[in-house]
């Protein structure tokens, strides 16, 4: 495909070339075929290794869904063979198998012929010392005998399988490498690698990948295949999109919708030129990887939001504390009531008060020491006195507490400061975000992902968020950009709920020690004097040289 100039992405609409911009007359986004011309092309290709680095929303995986659809139910003899689809998680697997299942009934219609439905099914994965495991995957068998599988990304479910491999989003993959050297093996037997994905920073070894390729160290057989978010518009993207909602495309609309896409970075331009125009930025690669963050989030659970507007403040202080006391009893009591009375809890709250949001998360830690998140607090535009109505609320009842951590970075370190006033500051420790102490925790907290001890709500902002922990010159951080909400578009986060983990990970690991003792008292008791006399009792509250029969020390701490 014609890539356009990097120096191009920042140009005014009208300074875009042509074939972005207009509208042929009377186009028909139909009239080549299910298919637009760069999805074509790149199915067409017949090399044995093909890298796709690609824009955002090119439909790159979509039509490749169609390709391994046909593939799957031909005969061995028209071409058919297994396909095995690696993506970076399991609901993408999920995702895939779900096309190649609809483009098969419709097949099947045409043909007037039935298909099997989608199958759940336990994958045997085994690796190279023999060990096996059971990993859940999907399928679809076809009469042909070959079938489509959707399996997890670890390598060794590629050694020893025999097919067309198409692996997805390989740049954000656990283990991007070791998965692309176990796919190689597959070519012995004439198998085939598709590897698709958006880049992920200059550094990630799926665009060292391309850049062998592009210099010949995988042999004429191999061959990458750039496409923009740009190709894809030029292809008749914005067409495609009206005729699917029944809309007639307009140079005014498509002006519109693609300046919408493009402003919605905001001044994150090095990320814009990486998910849309396929350029990896330099030593900015996603530090958690997509799998990690998938499994990291196994079930919806409450994310509770209180989003204020500008005259809230406008009220006098007693009406603010009734107010938020009425918010608390409707909104907290229920949550409160989740909290598991037998485990040790911590909190941790990143700090914003005007245009991030201020997170609240309470950890509890499992008898098996993983961590688990029953819910989330995320709060906008709330005075710092609301916010320490809610944060106090919370902190007073959570069972066994154990400490907590809080941003005392500019304007958090009042509310952090009082905190610790009241709970102790050897049991609130309030931390100033630097790069130095990302240096040290982020990898910590990290490896709570690779290591699976983290249970965090499912929520689309937390894994926004978690998305946007990155390398920045070897330190992993929430480098200083903002990214729309994308439950309320008009607000902005900064990593906030990744941010406010990270807290979580240093209070986890700074906990309030020794726990308390569980000590009960036998009761008051008679006591011998120096003479035998069990009627004279000896009072002595200094330390233990005397122990009183009138006295009940009720254990100590």
């Known amino acids: 495909m014609n890539q356009l100039s990097s120096t191009l992405r920042t140009v005014e609409w009208d300074e875009l070339p042509a074939r972005v911009r207009n509208i042929p007359t009377n186009f028909d986004p139909m009239a080549d075929g299910v298919l637009m011309k760069h999805q074509a092309e790149f199915l067409a ?3 044995s290794i093909i890298a796709v680095p690609k824009g955002r929303r090119t439909g790159m995986t979509f039509s490749k869904a169609l390709d391994s659809t046909i593939t799957a139910a031909s005969r061995k003899e028209s071409g058919g063979d297994n396909i095995y689809y690696i993506g970076d998680t399991k609901q993408k697997g999920l995702e895939f198998v779900g096309y190649c299942a609809k483009f098969a009934r419709l097949i099947a219609e045409a043909q007037g012929q039935g298909v099997s439905s989608i199958e759940e099914f336990l994958f045997e994965d085994q690796d190279e010392k023999g060990n096996t495991k059971y990993i859940t995957s999907y399928r679809i068998r076809f009469s042909s005998g070959f079938q489509v599988c959707a399996l997890s990304s670890r390598p060794e479910n590629i050694r020893g399988l025999q097919g067309i491999v198409i692996i997805d989003e390989a740049a954000f993959h656990a283990n991007v490498q070791d998965v692309l050297d176990a796919a190689t093996a597959l070519l012995i037997w004439g198998g085939k690698i598709v590897v698709i994905s958006s880049h992920n920073g200059k550094n990630n070894p799926f665009n060292q990948f391309c850049k062998d390729i592009e210099e ?11 496409v923009t978010f740009d190709d894809a518009v030029a292809n ?17 609309g498509k002006k519109k919708w693609y300046t919408g896409i493009r402003s919605a970075y905001g001044p994150r331009k090095a990320a814009m030129r990486e998910e849309l125009d396929a350029i990896p930025r330099d ?5 958690i990887p997509g799998i990690w963050i998938d499994n990291s989030m196994r079930e919806v659970r409450p994310v509770v939001r209180l989003a204020l507007d500008e005259d809230f403040v406008d009220k006098t202080p007693e009406e603010r504390e009734i107010w938020c006391d009425q918010w608390i009893k409707e909104n907290l009591d229920p949550l409160i009531k989740l909290l598991d009375p037998t485990l040790q809890h911590i909190f941790a709250q990143d700090f914003a008060r005007h245009r991030h949001f201020s ?19 995320e709060m906008n535009k709330v005075p ?4 320490e109505q809610i944060l106090w609320y919370i902190v007073d009842r959570l069972p066994n507490f154990r400490g907590g951590a809080m941003d005392a970075t500019g304007p958090g370190q009042t509310l952090a400061e009082y905190t610790a006033d009241r709970y102790g500051h050897e049991v609130i420790h309030q931390v100033n975000l630097s790069r130095s102490w990302y240096g040290i925790w982020m990898p910590k907290m990290i490896q709570w992902f690779e290591d699976g001890v983290i249970d965090l709500p499912r929520d689309a902002n937390i894994e926004q968020d978690l998305r946007a922990v990155v390398d920045v010159d070897g330190i992993k951080m929430v480098p200083n950009v903002t990214q729309k909400d994308l439950k309320e578009p008009e607000l902005y986060r900064h990593g906030d709920s990744a941010v406010t983990l990270c807290l979580g990970c240093f209070a986890r690991y700074n906990m309030k020690m020794p726990l308390p003792i569980d000590f009960q008292t036998t009761g008051r008791r008679e006591s011998l004097n120096a003479l035998g006399d069990t009627t004279t009792q000896i009072n002595n509250d200094r330390g233990f040289g005397v122990v009183s029969g009138n ?3 009720r254990g100590y701490d």
Request: aromatic share 10%; net charge neutral; with cysteine.
């Open 551 to 553: 006295n009940d020390y």
């Open 45 to 47: 290709m017949p090399q």
């Open 236 to 252: 008749g993207l914005y067409e495609r999109r009206c005729m699917m909602k029944g809309e007639a495309p307009t140079e005014e």
């Open 283 to 287: 030593g900015a690669g996603i530090a």
């Open 359 to 377: 997170i609240i998360k309470p950890l509890a830690v499992m008898t098996d020491l993983r961590i688990f998140c029953p819910w989330v607090i």
């Open 384 to 387: 710092t006195r609301q916010q």
């Open 216 to 226: 010949g160290r995988y042999g004429p057989d191999a061959a990458v295949y750039t």
